[in-house]
């Protein structure tokens, strides 16, 4: 398994699928960091949301 990264910035367009990737993140331990954030790209609306692990592990 790939090593998390502490940090992540998840984007896409406002929908189902942009939901299912921020709830999966949710599963795998990382929490919310700030608020989410919207805007319009001309045709769609666009959503980001970033996450931090809740626990990063301590590097051996």
Same mark, same amino acid.
């Given at each position: 398994? /790939?090593?998390k990264l502490a940090y992540r &910035? &998840?984007?896409g367009p406002d929908d189902r699928s942009f939901c299912e990737k921020v709830?999966? #993140?949710l599963d795998e331990g990382y929490v919310l960091f700030g608020s989410p %954030?919207?805007?319009f790209d001309g045709q769609r609306v666009v959503c980001a949301q970033a996450v931090i &692990? #809740?626990?990063v592990? %301590? /590097?051996r």
């Open positions: 398994m /790939a090593e &910035l &998840l984007t709830s999966k #993140a %954030s919207i805007t &692990l #809740a626990h592990p %301590s /590097a």
